[in-house]
């Protein structure tokens, strides 16, 4: 939050937070216990035109290259949290296939 909050208001308005999750399979319901593993790295985007932006595709590929990379080489799943500047955040799973195409 420190970063987004860092940059002026009208340029940026999202931080993108990669999550390597071990052992994931995609598609099966959570469980508890899944492990979930924070990349580093935090990738700051405009998305006052959504998805549609350039710089908030670019920040949400990044990021999901950098969860891949964060599983290492071992079987698992590529996850994201989008933050919001008012700390509301949304967190979702990356197709395998999404995130091997931006490594």
């Given at each position: 939050m420190a970063q987004l909050h860092a940059q002026p208001v009208e340029l940026v308005d999202h931080a993108v937070v990669a999550l390597a999750l071990p052992q994931r399979?995609?598609?099966?319901?959570?469980?508890?216990?899944?492990?979930?593993?924070?990349?580093?790295?935090?990738?700051?985007?405009?998305?006052?035109?959504?998805?549609?932006?350039?710089?908030?595709?670019?920040?949400?590929?990044?990021?999901?290259?950098?969860?891949?990379?964060?599983?290492?080489g071992r079987p698992g799943a590529a996850a994201l949290v989008v933050i919001e500047r008012s700390g509301a955040w949304t967190a979702f799973e990356v197709p395998a296939q999404a995130a091997a195409l931006s490594a």
């Open positions: 399979r995609q598609g099966e319901p959570w469980r508890v216990g899944q492990r979930v593993e924070g990349v580093a790295g935090c990738w700051l985007a405009d998305s006052r035109s959504w998805e549609s932006t350039a710089g908030f595709n670019a920040a949400r590929s990044a990021a999901s290259a950098a969860a891949l990379r964060g599983l290492g």
